[in-house]
Nanobody
Framework: QVQFVESGGKLLQAGGSLRLSCAAS????????MAWFRQAQGKEREFVGA????????IYADSAKGRFTISRDNAKNTMYLQMNSLKPEDTAVYYC??????????????????WGEGTQVTVSS
């Protein structure tokens, strides 16, 4: 059974940078298209960005474009989310998601069939 564990969340000030990690265990990461979602308190879970199995394709939410970068190291079984110029509105629990379905990367939450437990990112003003 595959598992995904996020790490790297913390409290930091606006304008700062942070890198989140999502480590896979049980199966090789290269079998999965991967994505990051986030959920702020009282709000629905929303798409942040996604990366294809090979890492050759990425897509981002408008809120992430130009500030966030998704990458993956399949040899290390780990995906990353580099976040720069953080804003208080980026405060949320960040989740990694995985899909072993052959549908390609997507911003649709239902396309992903494996999820981590999340890591809290809090950005103070």
């Amino acid at each position: 059974q595959v598992q995904f564990v996020e790490s790297g969340g913390k409290l930091l000030q606006a304008g700062g940078s942070l890198r989140l990690s999502c480590a896979a265990s049980g199966r090789t990461l290269s079998l999965y298209d991967m994505a990051w979602f986030r959920q702020a308190q009282g709000k629905e879970r929303e798409f942040v960005g996604a990366i294809s199995r090979s890492g050759g394709s990425t897509i981002y939410a408008d809120s992430a474009k130009g500030r966030f970068t998704i990458s993956r190291d399949n040899a290390k079984n780990t995906m990353y989310l580099q976040m720069n110029s953080l804003k208080p509105e980026d405060t949320a629990v960040y989740y990694c998601a995985a899909s072993d379905r052959m549908t390609g990367i997507s911003d649709i939450i239902g396309r992903y069939n494996y999820w981590g437990e999340g890591t809290q990112v809090t950005v103070s003003s």
